[in-house]
């Protein structure tokens, strides 16, 4: 599960880890279970590498009710799409009913789906 901007980490200045060693540790695991698969959530699969099936994407959770400790109570998806945006490459992708978009902190820091994230269809 990756870390979004929300809350108590959005009002302390969050920044997200840097993709690389992201990606790197989800290699690492997904080699590690063997053959189970890993999922992930937080983050769109266009930014992960495939790894031949063995990462799955959790999409979304617009309908989750989510009770914190302070007691607010607050719709997950809704707090997911304040955070994210899509960029003209989402467009056509296969994976978008499910995702949120990339984190606008992501975006910020020039992060962009990967050309070769099978869910896109690459023009000519």
Known sequence: M???PLGLAA???FRHSALGPLRRAVERAAKAVGGSRLVVHNL???VLPRLDGR???AGTKPYMEMLFAHGAQANFGRLLE???AFVPACDECTER???AGLGKHLL???VRPAR???GLRVSE
Do not use: E, I, N
């Open 11 to 13: 009002r302390a200045g």
């Open 82 to 84: 304040r955070t994210a």
């Open 55 to 57: 990462v799955g994407f």
């Open 116 to 118: 070769s994230f099978a």
């Open 44 to 46: 769109p699969p266009c």
């Open 97 to 99: 009913v499910a995702c």
């Open 108 to 110: 910020r820091a020039g």
């Open 2 to 4: 990756a870390p979004v």
